[in-house]
T-cell receptor
Framework: AQSVTQLDSQVPVFEEAPVELRCNYS??????LFWYVQYPNQGLQLLLK??????LVKGINGFEAEFNKSQTSFHLRKPSVHISDTAEYFC?????????????FGAGTRLFVKA | DTGVSQDPRHKITKRGQNVTFRCDPI?????LYWYRQTLGQGPEFLTY????????KSRLLSDRFSAERPKGSFSTLEIQRTEQGDSAMYLC???????????????FGEGSRLTVL
């Protein structure tokens, strides 16, 4: 079974500052990793995903994440945040090659960007 | 390409009543998932369908919860005899599973928020 831990429940940051949202996972099998974003009163949308290959993956809205197998981490980063990045961010894991069956989500990190 | 749509977006009901939510997935997606999300938590998996077959339902929260996808297109999630603890956002997602395309990316609807008084 897989599990996901998001290490920070809330991250306040000033506009144009860099940010890192931390995610650790555990699994006994190969996994795919995802970051989703949820804006207020909306569903989740995919920011980026790691399937295989390069450990640095780039997503939408200037976000990127780095897969670290030895540390079982998949931290999300953005070099300069905007007010519009204020949202809830979810790290998720699914067993590789199963097509997303029973994707497991972390509890979320609320990013709050201040002017 | 329309996205995943859910109906209703909001439902307020009294304890003991039955409620039903509908989800229309992206048309070419053969997998459909139901998740529950409570305040401050990530989505919690409930059940999923591949075409019309319900392949996993052990995570449905109790026997008051049931889901159907009768023709492999839209799906319904029914909660019978609602309780205050059922108040949550119910999210539907869909994905495509084809040979060579099993990335597991989920496409979510905007959710149906249930409030049980």
């Amino acid at each position: 079974a897989q599990s996901v831990t998001q290490l920070d429940s809330q991250v306040p940051v000033f506009e144009e500052a860099p940010v890192e949202l931390r995610c650790n996972y555990s699994s006994s099998v190969s996994v795919y990793l995802f970051w989703y974003v949820q804006y207020p009163n909306q569903g989740l949308q995919l920011l980026l995903k790691y399937l295989s290959g390069s450990t640095l993956v780039k997503g939408i809205n200037g976000f990127e994440a780095e897969f670290n197998k030895s540390q079982t981490s998949f931290h999300l980063r953005k070099p300069s945040v905007h007010i519009s990045d204020t949202a809830e961010y979810f790290c998720a894991v699914t067993e590789a090659n199963t097509g997303g069956f029973k994707t497991i989500f972390g509890a979320g990190t609320r990013l709050f960007v201040k002017a | 390409d329309t996205g995943v749509s859910q109906d209703p977006r909001h439902k307020i009901t009294k304890r003991g009543q039955n409620v039903t939510f509908r989800c229309d997935p992206i048309s070419e997606h053969n997998r459909l998932y139901w998740y529950r999300q409570t305040l401050g938590q990530g989505p919690e998996f409930l059940t999923y369908f591949q075409n019309e077959a319900q392949l996993e339902k052990s995570r449905l929260l109790s026997d008051r919860f049931s889901a159907e996808r009768p023709k492999g297109s839209f799906s319904t999630l029914e909660i019978q005899r609602t309780e205050q603890g059922d108040s949550a956002m119910y999210l539907c997602a869909s994905s495509r599973l084809l040979a060579g395309d099993a990335t597991g990316e989920l496409f979510f609807g905007e959710g149906s928020r249930l409030t049980v008084l």
